[in-house]
């Protein structure tokens, strides 16, 4: 280092004296340290008037931050490279904002796409919500399910248990295998028959971080239709 206003060493988190005794090789992160060489070759050759990259400084405290560096070359009037001038910004926030959206959007690519298979998959597919008071909550269903089960959105959100009148009058087996999967926390594969249509279906246990079973998703496949 030659000459470096104070707002470095702030941005860094050195003294005045402790930054001096750092090289830019020994800031800057392995990884951005090779990923610039073909850069600055060019910037040596005058290929290229300025370079501007994001790079990694070390931190005082041992973290690295993310700057936006613009690099210029001083040259002698016979053009021999003198120094680097590079003024350098703190852009560690919109590096983590960037970041974060950009794994918002992939989750959302992600969730469209499991949405389209929801709604266009052949088996049929339903989620229950398991509540604290011991009932059920069925809380979406695809197209597929209410073909086979007859079961519409009209039943979605209503709590249910052995007691109640739902669908075809085959909800107290449902229900007990419903228990099952709760009680167990394993998944229960049967045939059942919904709307005289024999399905293969699966209860599959979601728990939550204590080991608890908190929702059940229920897949069906058709075998046979009467």
């Not at 560096?69 to 852009?91: K, W």
């Not at 339903?126 to 695809?142: A, K, M, S, W």
């Not at 039943?155 to 249910?160: A, L, R, T, V």
């Amino acid at each position: 280092w030659l000459k470096v206003n104070p707002v470095l060493y702030k941005i860094l988190g050195y003294t005045e004296s402790e930054f001096q005794k750092t090289t830019l090789q020994s800031l800057t992160h392995p990884v951005d340290l090779k990923a610039n060489k073909d850069s600055v070759k060019q910037l040596l050759a005058d290929k290229i008037p300025s370079m501007q990259i994001e790079k990694r400084y070390r931190h005082a405290k041992g973290h690295y931050i993310w700057c936006k560096v613009t690099t210029t070359i001083a040259r002698s009037s016979s053009g021999e490279p003198l120094y680097y001038m590079s003024q350098i910004e703190d852009i560690t926030e919109q590096k983590q904002a960037r970041e974060v959206l950009a794994e918002q959007n992939k989750m959302h690519a992600r969730l469209i796409r499991m949405q389209q298979v929801f709604e266009h998959t052949t088996d049929g597919l339903f989620f229950t919500d398991v509540l604290d008071d011991g009932r059920f909550r069925i809380v979406e269903i695809n197209p597929a399910f209410t073909a086979i089960s007859g079961v519409t959105h009209e039943h979605i959100g209503d709590p249910f248990d052995e007691n109640s009148e739902y669908g075809d009058g085959s909800i107290e087996f449902i229900v007990s295998q419903f228990r099952k999967v709760v009680a167990t926390k394993q998944t229960v594969e049967l045939e059942i028959c919904y709307n005289n249509n024999i399905t293969l279906t699966r209860y599959v246990p979601v728990l939550d971080d204590n080991g608890v079973v908190v929702h059940i998703v229920g897949m069906s496949a058709l075998v046979t239709q009467q």
